[in-house]
């Protein structure tokens, strides 16, 4: 069965920094790929997705992931971290015969000051 | 644009008490709709999907039932509340059947506490 694994429950970065947030899936073939975000109390917003296409893939708030498929990965990065985006993080795949999406376990991102 | 709604955001519920949460969705035919549980720290699972009126699949064995007896409104219950029920609801859709590369798309939740 698909899986997906988020490296680091919590990642922690200073204000300015670049966030790197991991994400491995399990299927040997190429699933469609997606990240979400969720502040506290709040429901799941989009931030980009993979189906086809370029690998690299830019989203909404300066994030953009790679698609690398001989690692089997989408990591989420984003060159310089603001407060705003402190909040969880989760990746999510789609195998191509389902409507269903498989989600990790959330990484929640803090910014220091 | 297409929007979710979902209501309550919070509701306090004794121990077995019956529940229903209520999602609808605007601005789109035939949507597949989902309902999840978040537990406190923990990830997404998956209670229910929905590609149609009155197609309902259950993806774990629980206390909960779904029904959708609108093209799109969904609905969450429940005869008799446990406290393992408590969490955080979300209601999602994603475009219909032919489309499966698309995203889903989330409503703002139901936070519900059994005392």
């Known amino acids: 069965a698909q899986s997906v694994t988020q490296l680091g429950s919590h990642v922690s970065v200073s204000e300015g920094a670049l966030v790197l947030l991991r994400c491995n899936y399990s299927?040997?073939?190429?699933?469609?790929l997606f990240w979400y975000v969720q502040y506290p109390n709040q429901g799941l917003q989009l931030l980009l997705k993979?189906?086809?296409?370029?690998?690299l893939v830019k989203g909404i708030n300066g994030f953009e992931a790679e698609f690398k498929k001989s690692e089997t990965s989408f990591h989420l990065t984003k060159p310089s971290a603001h407060m705003s985006d402190a909040a969880e993080y989760f990746c999510?795949?789609?195998?191509?015969?389902?409507?269903?999406?498989?989600f990790g376990s959330g990484t929640r991102l803090l910014v220091r000051p | 644009s297409q929007t979710i709604h979902q209501w309550p955001a919070t509701l306090v519920q004794p121990v077995g008490s019956p529940l229903s949460l209520e999602c609808t969705v605007e601005?789109?035919?035939?949507?597949?709709l989902y309902w999840y549980r978040q537990a406190a720290g923990r990830g997404l699972q998956l209670l229910f999907y929905?590609?149609?009126?009155?197609?309902i699949s259950s993806e774990v064995p629980q206390n909960l039932s779904a029904s959708r007896p609108q093209d799109r409104q969904f609905i969450l219950s429940s005869k008799k509340l446990l406290l393992s029920d408590s969490g955080f609801y979300l209601c999602?859709?994603?475009?219909?059947?032919?489309?499966?590369?698309?995203?889903?798309?989330f409503g703002d939740g139901t936070r519900l506490s059994i005392l």
């Open positions: 999602a859709w994603s475009p219909s059947a032919a489309f499966r590369n698309q995203p889903q798309h």
């Open positions: 299927s040997s073939v190429p699933p469609y």
């Open positions: 993979y189906t086809t296409g370029a690998t």
């Open positions: 999510a795949v789609s195998e191509r015969s389902s409507y269903k999406l498989i």
């Open positions: 601005g789109t035919s035939n949507p597949n």
């Open positions: 929905s590609v149609g009126i009155g197609q």
